[in-house]
């Protein structure tokens, strides 16, 4: 396996690359992901059995238009593609991190809040990808709160019906979604989608940089929500997006909706009390 991949990244970057040193990246309970050393260059590769290829050459693709972008650093996709006949993999330029700061932590906010000022023509994206492990289906729309209902909220509570759990007012919440959202203006911002503290970090010249997106184009106060939702940002994040790109009056009630989808979910991947905690959020938004 680790021959095709040398080769691969060869190809990609047009210099020879041999593996002279191999290590195991923590951090992920999805991919096999390790750091591959050359005599002057390093790689960070993702491995996962044929069926994921489509889904890191959805990664790839996201990356490349963040970076594109040029509002906030992630890394670069070097080639993607089979190792053999039972391995797919994703090969990333690695970046080596440093220790974070209130500067970094300033200048995340403010990347960020500059990323989702970039507009585009649709909700959705150009191909479904997952949140995690699970699907996640991007099928364009021009209404932003039929697009969170059916695709969002609806596809994670027909997910977990599947796994034989029901949610008590699920069908009320979904007819509510448009309520919910009324009066507050949306345009499609390009997002990271799976924003939370194990996917933002910071390099060795202290500037930050995030990674793992499950990115489309939706409200931005998705984003923020979930970076409230298990911490890893500070204040001053906050407050350096909040000064580049105001949020909306009402963002405190959207937030309890917009991380809804993160604890359905998690439920659907990990089950346990995230069932309790989609269930209290529900009964918030519905009283």
């Not at 191999?22 to 096999?32: A, E, H, L, P």
């Not at 996962?48 to 670069?76: C, G, H, M, Y």
């Not at 220790?99 to 300033?106: G, I, K, T, V």
């Not at 699970?134 to 021009?142: E, I, L, M, S």
């Amino acid at each position: 396996m680790w021959n095709s991949i040398e080769q691969a990244i060869a190809e990609a970057t047009g210099n020879p690359f041999q593996i002279v040193d191999r290590s195991t990246v923590s951090g992920g309970c999805i991919n096999d992901a390790q750091r591959l050393d050359g005599a002057d260059s390093s790689f960070f590769v993702k491995t996962n059995d044929p069926s994921f290829l489509p889904l890191f050459e959805a990664e790839a693709e996201a990356l490349r238009e963040i970076a594109q972008t040029k509002t906030i650093r992630v890394p670069e996709p070097i080639c993607h593609g089979m190792a053999g006949s039972d391995r797919s993999f994703l090969a990333l330029e690695f970046v080596q991190t440093g220790p974070e700061s209130a500067a970094s932590q300033r200048e995340l906010g403010e990347s960020l809040a500059r990323l989702h000022k970039t507009k585009k023509e649709f909700f959705g994206w150009k191909r479904d990808n997952a949140i995690g492990s699970t699907h996640q289906p991007n099928d364009r729309g021009d209404d932003w709160a039929t697009f969170y209902r059916d695709h969002r909220l609806g596809f994670q509570f027909d997910l977990a019906a599947r796994k034989g759990k029901s949610f008590q007012g699920a069908e009320e919440l979904l007819e509510r979604v448009p309520e919910l959202l009324a009066g507050h203006e949306v345009f499609p911002s390009i997002l990271h989608g799976d924003l939370w503290g194990g996917n933002a970090s910071t390099d060795s010249k202290g500037m930050p940089f995030v990674f793992d997106p499950a990115t489309y184009y939706g409200d931005r106060e998705t984003d923020l929500a979930f970076t409230e939702m298990f911490g890893g940002f500070s204040t001053d994040f906050g407050k350096a997006y909040e000064n580049t790109f105001p949020l909306d009056v009402g963002y405190p009630r959207r937030k309890i909706l917009y991380n809804l989808y993160h604890l359905l979910n998690h439920f659907n991947i990990f089950g346990g009390g995230y069932a309790s905690s989609a269930q209290a959020s529900m009964e918030e938004l519905l009283h």
